[in-house]
Structure formats: C-alpha cells, structure tokens
C-alpha cells in the first residue's frame, strides 16, 4: 500500500510566514514525528510499542543509576544537548522547508518535496533509535556492572548437550587465515548494514516497514536486558581460556573477545562512569549481532535482491560471533529465539488491527 508523507499533503494552517502556533497543528506534527501517523494505524501501533519499551528503558535506568556505583559523568551533556539541538534544528528546517514549497508546483519543487519526505523519514527514526540505544545501554552497563553470578557453566553444558564443541569450533575456523579473516569481517558489518537497512527503507518511503522493524528492534532490546539479567555470562573465551594455537589466525586480525575490558571493568568496579561517547556492548547472553541479523534480513523480506545478499552476509556474521565474539551457542539460539518471538509480536498485532479494519 503506498503512503503520502505529511511533507505532500499538508494545507494552510499558518499565517502568511507560515509561523503561527496552532495547538491542534502541532499535535498533527508530533503524531507524524513521533508515531508516524503518516503511514497508517500499524505504524502508529508500531510506534507505541517503541515508545513503550523506550520508556520502560528509562524508568529502569532512573529508578537504578542513582541506587548503583555507576554515574553519568558531566562529560555526557553537551553531547546529548548538542544532539538534541541539532534535531530540533533539522525538524525546524524540514518544517519550514516543506511549508515554503507546499504550493510551488514547478519541477525543482518537486524534486525537493520528494526529498524532504525521504530525509524527514530518516529523522523520524533516527529519534526513536538514538533515544532506545542510549538507554538501553545504558540499562546493560548497571545491569552488567551487579556482577551477578555468572551461568557461562550451564550454557556450556547445553552446548554440548545439543553436540556443539565449543574448542573444536574455534579450533576449525581457526585453521586457515582466510577464512578467519572472512569471519572477522563478517562480524563487522553487523552496524552497516543495519545502517543500510533504515536508510533503504527511508529512502523507499517504506514508513510502516520502518517502524516494524524500530518496533522489532526495541522488543528484542527488551529481551536483552531481560535476558542478560537472568542469564549473566563472559562467554567462551572467559569461560575456556582457548590456548594461542586455537585463536592464532583471528588474534593477528585484532584484539579477541572485545567487550571484555568495559565488562570486567564495570563488574569488579574498576569502571565507575557511564560515558555515552565511548560506550560499548557488554552482553553475551543473548547474542545481541544475532538479533540484529535476523531483524535487518526479515525487514528486507519483500526486496530480494537485496535480501538475498544481505542474509547470506548475516548468516556468515552470525558463524562469526561464535569464534569472534566469543559467544556460546546458546547465546545465538537465545538471540535468535527471542528476535523470532518479537517479530511474532508484531505481526500478530498487525494482523489484529487488519482483522478489526
């Protein structure tokens, strides 16, 4: 079903400046900032699931980091303040951009209202998942720095209770330079391609496709957090201890296990501040590149050339954060369950709102 954003059918409600604050206009800004009113009641539902987990997010983190040994340094302010500035700025500039070419029919007009729904749907979502990354990392780091008992034991016994060895994984994937370095690779593109993802549907006008996908992605954040708490774990590496004959390949490409120095840190107190500028993934359990893998690939579904690609680069990443991640197997099963059952969510809600339409 195609959508027109607000940026094409928007009409007078303004003076001739277009300047005026109108009360019931800016709530008919705020819904299609916010919940992406202009593509429909799904992505409207979609929305409210996000918003939802957002602040749950961060009631979590407000009622924890005063009660906890972490702080937010005042380092972190100008940054926030800077971000939330320069989206208040590109807002004021989509808003008055859109109203100055609303009624100019010419080809340029038309060219840049196109434009300027596409980049307004960019920042739509980029509020959202700036608000859900800050806090629920932020939610991992006081989680992470409890140092609750680690259960890196019992899911190294359903490893190999489902006939997964661990050591001889490693062991293989290790044995050639080309392939370690292919897995390597792999493991880094899970941030771009991500990025992909939100700016193709963005620039396809996809608006409900998009907040499906932001919607997916903060359930299975939730999940996470939910999951690391019940389930604290180092991982592989900190539970093996895997000899230089078994990592030799991957650790000539770079440093192993790399969330292990802010993870030990924060559980044995050594790291005390939570530094937006320079944070970085702490969980094992769930494998959180998992997730990621399978919702960027689920919202590709209907494009196949792109999801073609895309999911045999995620399914070479997700083998990838077994040796370079260091993650247990159960951690990826638990990723990818736990994303299976938020995309499940989702489409039930969605296929409600059909049946009641």
């Known amino acids: 079903m195609s959508v027109t954003s607000g940026i094409a059918k ?75 500035a320069c989206c208040a700025l590109a807002g004021a500039f989509l808003a008055i ?21 596409r980049t307004e749907l960019l ?29 890196d034991a019992p899911l190294a016994r359903l490893d190999r209770d489902i006939g997964f060895d661990w050591l001889r994984f490693l062991d293989a994937t290790n044995s050639t330079p080309f392939f370690a370095a292919l897995l390597v690779k792999a493991y880094n593109t899970t941030g771009p391609v991500s990025q992909l993802v939100i700016v193709w549907l963005a620039l396809n006008r996809r608006g409900e496709r998009l907040a499906e996908f ?24 900190a539970y093996y201890g ?21 993870f030990t840190a924060l559980r044995n107190g050594t790291l005390l501040v939570i530094d937006l500028s320079a944070l970085h993934g702490v969980v094992s359990f769930p494998s959180f590149h998992t ?20 999911l045999l680069l995620n ?6 954060t077994l040796p370079v991640g260091g993650h247990h197997l159960a951690d990826v099963l638990a990723g990818a369950g ?9 489409r039930r809600s969605s296929n409600d709102l059909k049946k009641i339409s």
């Open 338 to 346: 736990l994303t299976f059952g938020a995309i499940l969510l989702i």
């Open 123 to 151: 920042w739509q979502a980029a509020l959202p998942i700036g608000s859900l990354l800050v806090a629920g990392v932020t939610l991992s780091y006081l989680i992470t720095s409890a140092d609750l008992p680690l259960r």
């Open 97 to 117: 951009a859109s109203n100055r070419l609303r009624s100019d029919e010419s080809r340029p007009a038309i060219v840049l209202r196109s434009a300027l729904i």
């Open 291 to 310: 997730m990621l893998g399978v919702m960027t690939a689920y919202a590709l579904r209907d494009t196949r050339w792109l999801m073609i690609p895309v």
């Open 242 to 262: 895997p000899g230089p004959q078994l990592v030799g390949n991957f650790s000539a490409l770079g440093e192993m296990w790399p969330f292990a120095r802010d």
């Open 214 to 237: 932001i919607a997916v992605l903060s359930l299975s954040t939730i999940g996470v957090c939910v999951g690391m708490w019940l389930v604290p774990a180092a991982g592989g590496f």
């Open 10 to 84: 928007r009409t007078a409600a303004s003076d001739a400046n277009g300047l005026t604050v109108d009360p019931i206009r800016l709530q008919s800004v705020m819904g299609r900032w916010l919940m992406f009113s202009d593509y429909g009641v799904a992505a409207q539902r979609h929305m409210a699931v996000v918003w939802s987990c957002v602040l749950g997010c961060v009631l979590a983190d407000a009622v924890w980091l005063p009660n906890s040994k972490l702080a937010f340094p005042s380092s972190n302010w100008p940054g926030l303040l800077l971000s939330i």
């Open 315 to 320: 399914g070479t990443m997700i083998v990838a």
